[in-house]
Each structure stands twice: as structure tokens, then as C-alpha cells.
């Protein structure tokens, strides 16, 4: 029942009325479907009864069936199973069918906001065989026995049964063997028509009206039983995996948008998320500290180039020049030593973060859910970005102080390097205008140039759709870019 509900009120299932598109079929419905579900029966109808989709199977021989009570053309709309009239409308109970009796539910199909009109029925079912029988047996630990009315198959022994049930009260019990009391039921069809005999042999010394009580009720929420423990296990799994994962992908989504290095994650756990969220903060807490660090030394780095272009002007006190410049000589390598060793301590966490969220992806793939996989997939794609943030950073500190050779530089191809490192978020398209120069120039300051270009581009879009240009123009015997 609640496998019906859940499917009727989709909007995927109600879009699938209108469009009957392949991949919510290949997805929701089929052999695996009812298999999963342990249902023989799904039926998906229109409000007019045309059989958008259905299909009967045995559950045991994997054949399908074609029964006349429920038939793959159209549904008269007058069928019980049709005809709802509000979104809570609900019909569930036995349906008689040529091949026996069966547990039916059926509902009509709205948006998942329980909202109409109401565009179909979503019909699913289960036969009353033997296994059925057998599992409300072993709940009720009493010999259960079912006969159809309408089809003749109750024994002569038992025919006169039926008119002690209907006539004097809703159970009957008579003595049998071996001190055994048969107790007797009419269970009525969806149609309020008595359907089935049920007996069940239970010793004298049980209470035989709790016992067919207990028989009757038992057939319904048997089917719903599995699926109310198999939700609460879902919505346990989303408490525990889910949300937390899905916290800690916005978390660096958030942090590789807003560049906001002040931000941490609070989540109190000593588990592997746990562990993954503190390595994430002290990660971030070091690239912070390395990223200060490289301001404070790139000021002063300025302030002795600055220095050095006053001496090499005035041409003045020229043993303190040379001095100066040997000094700046110690600076840049100290500054690149700097810049490798910090690389390397932001780049170990992302490697135990990267490993840990490969393991759990590995381990627990098929624990997690697809919602989870999916988060962390995201988690996995953001590490890699913040690696391209710090081969950046150390990329920049040597800005200004490499003296790089000049060479022929093909600007499509670095543009098309670039782009590809930036990572432009889905909403923004970056595309080269038109054919670019071969330039001869350093090639580490003129990317310098393009990174920061489009960086700005990016981070400082409005649009909710973004196109961002590069292009170039011939202008008095120079080259003219622009980044739009």
C-alpha cells in the first residue's frame, strides 16, 4: 500500500502519464520493480482507462500473465479500480481474478505536492497463493485454509458453513478433531462482496474469535510491514550518511565560490565523516596561513624591487645596489622554497580527504544511495579544484620574480589550458572569439595575465546564464584583447 501511495503521488509518475518517457519506465517499472516489491501486478491507467503501462507476472516462474479482470487494452471507466474522485481517494482490499484471489491497492495519480487534477490510476498487486498464506500462518502460528466463493471450490463438507456466517455473526466455530476448534470467516472483496472462506484450526484452549481477527487483519498488513521497516532504515541511513556528506559537499562548494577561508565546519562526530570534516577545517586553516604568509611576502618583495629601481635610477651607491640585489636573489629563493613546502602541507590533507572519501565510495557505495554517491562524487571533483587553487597559489608567488625566457607563445592553446584549470562553474560558457596570435612573450606572466582576467569574469557574473568571450583585434600594430 504504501509502494502505491509513494508511486501515485510523483511527479515523475505524472509527468509519465502525459509522455510515457522511456527512462521512468526502464527506472520504476518492469520485472525488477516487481520483484523488489514482491508484487505480481502494476497497472498504470489514464483518467480515460487506457493501459498506459502494465505488465502481470508469476513471481516464481518469471512468465507473464494475461487475466480478463484486468486486461492490457482499455479499462472501462466504470471498473472498480477506477473512478477516483478526490486526491485522498484510496481503494485496497481482495480483487477476484480467473487465476485466484488478489491483495490489490489502487490510487489515483497526482503531483507530489498531493495536488490534481488527478491525471490516472496507479494499480499494483499481489495474489493470495500459497506463499502468502504460509507467511500469515507463521505469524498467526495457526493452520490457515482460504476457499473462493464465487468459483465453487469450497468443499460440500464446509458449504454449509457460509450460511451460518453470513446469517447469525461474522465468525463461526464449530468443534473438530482431536480437540481442534475450526473458526470461520467471510472476507469481502473490494466490492463489499463476500470473496473468500477462511478456516482456521486453532486447540480449544485459544481464543478463537482474537485468533480470526488476527487472520483478517494480518492479510493487509503483512505486505505493508517490510516496507514501513525498509523506510524507517532509509530515513535512519539519510540521518546518518546523507545529510552530513550533503553538509560538508556545500560546505566546499561554498568556500571554492565564495573564497571565504574564514568559514568552518561545525559537526560534532567520530566517525569517518567526522574525521573528514576536522582534516577539511585544518586544511583550510593552513591554506589561510600560507596564503598571509605569501601576501606579507610578496609586500615585501615589492617594497625591495621598489628600492632596487630607485637605486638603478639614481645609478647611485652602486656596492649597496649589488648588495641589494643579492639580497633580493636570497628572498626569491626563500620565497620558492616557502612556496614548494607550503604546497606540500596543503596538498597531504587533500590527499588523506581525497583517499578517505574514495574508501568510503569503494566500502560503502552500495550502502550509501544514490543521492549519496552522488555527494560524494562532488566532494571528490572539489578536492581536485582546490589542488588547481594551490598549484595557482604557488604559481602566482613566482610572479614578478622569475625571469622566464621569451618564447613563441600559441595564445589558443594557453587560453584553452586556462580555461580548463579555472573550472568555470556549469552557468558560465567561456569561448574563444576568434583566432588568436602566436605571440612571443613569457609565457608564465602573460597566463598570469588571462587567469586573473577570467577569474574576475567569473566570480563577478550577475546573470544567472553567463557567456564570457576572449578576443583580439590588430590596433596600430599591436594586439588588442579582451576578456568579455
Known amino acids: 500500500v504504501q509502494f502505491t501511495k509513494n508511486r501515485a503521488v510523483s511527479d515523475e509518475t505524472y509527468r509519465f502519464v502525459k509522455d510515457q518517457n522511456s527512462d521512468y519506465s526502464s527506472t520504476n517499472l518492469g520485472v525488477e520493480s516487481l520483484t523488489k516489491n514482491n508484487l505480481n501486478l502494476i497497472y498504470i491507467c489514464d483518467i480515460t482507462g487506457k493501459v498506459v503501462w502494465g505488465e502481470i507476472r508469476d513471481l516464481e516462474t518469471n512468465e507473464t500473465i494475461q487475466l480478463d479482470e484486468l486486461p492490457a487494452g482499455p479499462w472501462p471507466q466504470t471498473h472498480p479500480l477506477l473512478g477516483h474522485k478526490t486526491v485522498q481517494s484510496s481503494t485496497a482490499g481482495i480483487f477476484l481474478t480467473q487465476r485466484g484471489p488478489m491483495l490489490i491497492a489502487s490510487r489515483p495519480i497526482i503531483t507530489s505536492r498531493n495536488e490534481g487534477p488527478i491525471r490516472g490510476t496507479f494499480i499494483t498487486g499481489r495474489f493470495l497463493n500459497n506463499s502468502v498464506l504460509a507467511a500469515v500462518t507463521a505469524q498467526v502460528l495457526v493452520d490457515l485454509k482460504v476457499w473462493t466463493i464465487a468459483d465453487g471450490s469450497v468443499p460440500a463438507e464446509e458449504r454449509d458453513v457460509l450460511n451460518h456466517v453470513k446469517a447469525e455473526s461474522q465468525f463461526y466455530i464449530r468443534k473438530g478433531r482431536d480437540k481442534l476448534l475450526h473458526v470461520y470467516t467471510l472476507f469481502p472483496d473490494i466490492q463489499k462482496v463476500p470473496a473468500l472462506l477462511m478456516r482456521a484450526d486453532i486447540h480449544r484452549d485459544t481464543r478463537a474469535k482474537g485468533i480470526a481477527w488476527l487472520i483478517r487483519s494480518n492479510l493487509l498488513s503483512n505486505l505493508t510491514a517490510g516496507l514501513s521497516v525498509m523506510l524507517v532504515l532509509l530515513l535512519l541511513l539519510r540521518h546518518t550518511l546523507v545529510a552530513p556528506i550533503k553538509k560538508l559537499t556545500n560546505h566546499v562548494v561554498a568556500i571554492g565560490k565564495d573564497k571565504d577561508m574564514s568559514a568552518r565546519l561545525s559537526m560534532q562526530r567520530s566517525d569517518e565523516i567526522g574525521t573528514l570534516a576536522q582534516e577539511f577545517n585544518r586544511m583550510v586553516e593552513r591554506l589561510t596561513q600560507a596564503r598571509k604568509k605569501l601576501l606579507e611576502q610578496s609586500y615585501s618583495l615589492g617594497k625591495a624591487e621598489m628600492a632596487s629601481r630607485v637605486l638603478d635610477e639614481t645609478r647611485k651607491r652602486a656596492a649597496e645596489l649589488e648588495e641589494a640585489y643579492k639580497k633580493l636573489g636570497n628572498v626569491n629563493q626563500e620565497l620558492k622554497d616557502f612556496a614548494y613546502i607550503v604546497s606540500h602541507d596543503l596538498k597531504a590533507p587533500l590527499r588523506g580527504i581525497k583517499t578517505l572519501a574514495n574508501w568510503i565510495l569503494s566500502d560503502c557505495a ?68 576568434n583566432e588568436l596570435p602566436v605571440i612571443e612573450c613569457e609565457e608564465v606572466h602573460i597566463m598570469q595575465v588571462f587567469q586573473n582576467l577570467l577569474s574576475n569574469a567569473i566570480k563577478y557574473m550577475d546573470k544567472p546564464e553567463g557567456w564570457i568571450k576572449v578576443g583580439c583585434v590588430e590596433q596600430d600594430g599591436f594586439w588588442k584583447f579582451s576578456v568579455a
Open 366 to 433: 552500495d550502502k550509501l544511495g544514490d543521492q549519496a554517491n552522488e555527494q560524494m562524487n562532488l566532494l571528490l571533483e572539489r578536492v581536485e579544484r582546490m589542488y588547481h587553487l594551490i598549484d595557482g597559489a604557488l604559481q602566482y608567488s613566482r610572479a614578478g620574480r622569475v625571469e622566464g625566457q621569451r618564447k613563441q607563445v600559441n595564445l589558443n592553446d594557453l587560453i584553452s589550458e586556462i580555461i580548463n584549470m579555472v573550472v568555470p562553474p556549469e552557468n558560465i560558457t567561456v569561448t574563444i572569439e
